[in-house]
């Protein structure tokens, strides 16, 4: 089991109902992360089942859905950015 | 370069003075500004959310590759969060070169890679409540072309 910071911002953090969170988790890639939390409540499956309206950051690096999370420390999830 | 993330309010002509000056092999400087733009006639205030820490990062990053790609001499980069003003600046960003050609090219750059890569949600509140404002695609397409 490796701990995990997760944050949250926009509508995901809304949906989710908290702004971050620390988690034990065995999940391998952000895929498997958003798959084992959709199983523990549904308001991070209403927050995050259509990856394509979603985007993932690694230790505050833009990633893919399926990147290794080995060694990362914090995960965020939000939507695509409209900043400018 | 310069990159600031602030809540505070920011005068353009106040930060491009002084922008570029006081040496002699910059010949162009390009700026841009972001302005709280009122589309449906009844917003009361944009709300902007950014990613502490990752914002900074992604907006350095972003200046570091213009600088790469371009011969500038200088670059700056604003980015307002927090609750703004209709009309109000939401960001700047301003280019120093030896030519013009690379100062716009790279201010045009560092435009639409913070519309879609740095971490800012911008979110419109009017008295019948609150709406995030959706990403455009045209906004993705945009950073192709680079």
Same mark, same amino acid.
């Given at each position: ?74 995960v965020a999830f939000f939507p695509p950015m409209t900043g400018g | 370069m310069r990159i600031c993330v602030q809540s505070e309010p ?9 922008f570029g000056a006081g040496r002699g092999d910059i010949g162009a400087v390009v700026s841009f500004s972001g302005l709280v733009r009122?589309?449906?006639? =009844? ?6 959310? =950014? ?5 900074? &990062? ?20 604003? =980015? ?18 030896? =030519? ?14 913070? &519309? ?31």
């Amino acid at each position: 089991m490796a701990k995990l910071e997760l944050v949250y911002f926009a509508w995901v953090r809304e949906r989710i109902g908290r702004a971050r969170e620390s988690i034990e988790t065995q999940a391998a890639t952000p895929l498997q992360l958003i798959e084992e939390l959709s199983a523990r409540d549904e308001r991070y499956g209403a927050a995050l089942s259509d990856v394509s309206a979603l985007r993932v950051a690694i230790d505050q690096e833009l990633a893919d859905f399926d990147t290794k999370l080995t060694g990362a420390r914090e995960v965020a999830f939000f939507p695509p950015m409209t900043g400018g | 370069m310069r990159i600031c993330v602030q809540s505070e309010p920011f005068n353009i002509a106040k930060e491009l003075q002084g922008f570029g000056a006081g040496r002699g092999d910059i010949g162009a400087v390009v700026s841009f500004s972001g302005l709280v733009r009122d589309d449906s006639g =009844h917003l009361q205030m944009l709300e902007v959310e =950014h990613y502490p820490g990752m914002t900074e &990062k992604s907006l350095s990053s972003c200046a570091q590759e213009a600088v790469t790609r371009w011969e500038l001499a200088d670059v700056l980069v604003i =980015h307002r969060f927090g609750r703004l003003q209709v009309g109000a600046p939401i960001m700047m960003v301003a280019t120093a070169a030896r =030519h013009r050609n690379a100062a716009f090219e790279a201010a045009e750059f560092l435009m639409d890679y913070l &519309k879609s890569r740095a971490p800012f949600w911008k979110r419109e509140i009017t008295a019948q409540g609150t709406q995030w404002v959706a990403a455009k695609d045209s906004d993705e397409a945009a950073l192709a072309r680079w």
